[in-house]
Protein backbone atom coordinates (compact mmCIF):
# COMPACT_ATOMS: atom_id res chain seq x y z
CA UNK A 1 0.00 0.00 0.00
CA UNK A 2 1.18 3.29 -0.95
CA UNK A 3 0.81 6.54 0.94
CA UNK A 4 -0.67 9.79 -0.26
CA UNK A 5 -0.22 13.40 1.90
CA UNK A 6 -2.87 15.78 0.65
CA UNK A 7 -2.26 19.90 0.69
CA UNK A 8 -4.43 22.46 0.04
CA UNK A 9 -7.82 20.93 1.61
CA UNK A 10 -10.38 24.03 1.46
CA UNK A 11 -11.27 24.34 5.16
CA UNK A 12 -15.04 23.88 4.50
CA UNK A 13 -14.21 20.73 2.22
CA UNK A 14 -12.48 19.07 5.54
CA UNK A 15 -15.13 20.44 7.27
CA UNK A 16 -17.84 17.91 5.52
CA UNK A 17 -15.51 15.37 5.27
CA UNK A 18 -15.10 14.78 9.02
CA UNK A 19 -18.79 15.32 8.96
CA UNK A 20 -19.66 12.72 6.95
CA UNK A 21 -17.36 10.16 8.34
CA UNK A 22 -18.84 10.93 11.81
CA UNK A 23 -21.95 9.99 10.49
CA UNK A 24 -21.09 6.70 8.63
CA UNK A 25 -18.98 6.40 11.77
CA UNK A 26 -15.91 5.75 9.37
CA UNK A 27 -12.44 7.80 9.96
CA UNK A 28 -11.95 10.09 7.12
CA UNK A 29 -9.20 8.21 5.80
CA UNK A 30 -11.49 5.23 4.89
CA UNK A 31 -13.82 7.81 3.91
CA UNK A 32 -11.10 9.33 1.48
CA UNK A 33 -10.75 6.06 -0.15
CA UNK A 34 -14.11 4.97 -0.72
CA UNK A 35 -14.73 8.33 -2.48
CA UNK A 36 -11.45 7.93 -4.48
CA UNK A 37 -12.49 4.51 -5.74
CA UNK A 38 -16.23 5.61 -6.41
CA UNK A 39 -14.80 8.29 -8.78
CA UNK A 40 -12.47 5.73 -10.48
CA UNK A 41 -15.44 3.36 -11.05
CA UNK A 42 -13.93 1.18 -8.80
CA UNK A 43 -15.84 -1.31 -6.72
CA UNK A 44 -14.86 -0.34 -3.35
CA UNK A 45 -12.35 -2.62 -1.17
CA UNK A 46 -13.63 -4.71 1.52
CA UNK A 47 -13.42 -2.77 4.73
CA UNK A 48 -10.30 -3.67 6.90
CA UNK A 49 -11.55 -2.24 9.84
CA UNK A 50 -13.23 -4.89 12.26
CA UNK A 51 -15.55 -3.57 15.08
CA UNK A 52 -15.43 -5.44 18.56
CA UNK A 53 -18.03 -5.50 20.92
CA UNK A 54 -16.44 -8.45 23.02
CA UNK A 55 -16.71 -6.00 25.99
CA UNK A 56 -20.05 -4.03 25.68
CA UNK A 57 -21.55 -5.73 28.75
CA UNK A 58 -19.10 -4.38 30.75
CA UNK A 59 -20.47 -0.51 29.36
CA UNK A 60 -21.54 1.05 32.18
CA UNK A 61 -21.35 -1.90 34.97
CA UNK A 62 -19.53 0.07 37.61
CA UNK A 63 -21.04 1.33 40.91
CA UNK A 64 -20.61 4.80 42.10
CA UNK A 65 -18.56 2.87 44.79
CA UNK A 66 -16.39 0.82 41.72
CA UNK A 67 -15.68 4.24 39.98
CA UNK A 68 -14.65 6.42 43.19
CA UNK A 69 -12.59 3.43 44.46
CA UNK A 70 -11.19 3.70 40.63
CA UNK A 71 -10.67 7.08 40.71
CA UNK A 72 -8.90 6.94 44.02
CA UNK A 73 -6.05 5.05 42.51
CA UNK A 74 -5.89 6.45 38.96
CA UNK A 75 -5.97 10.24 40.06
CA UNK A 76 -2.81 10.68 40.24
CA UNK A 77 -1.78 9.70 35.99
CA UNK A 78 -3.24 13.07 35.28
CA UNK A 79 -0.39 14.73 37.33
CA UNK A 80 2.50 16.22 35.64
CA UNK A 81 5.70 16.09 37.06
CA UNK A 82 7.52 19.21 36.11
CA UNK A 83 10.84 17.82 37.08
CA UNK A 84 10.40 14.61 33.93
CA UNK A 85 9.95 17.37 31.23
CA UNK A 86 13.03 19.20 31.70
Known amino acids: MSNLSL????PAV??????????ENASVNALVLRLIDRGL???????TRLRHDDLDALAGCWSAKDSAAFEKVTGSFGQ???ALWR
Not at 41 to 47: L, Y
Request: glycine share 12%.
Open 14 to 23: MAELKALAGK
Open 41 to 47: GRKPAKS
Open 80 to 82: IEP
Open 7 to 10: RGVD
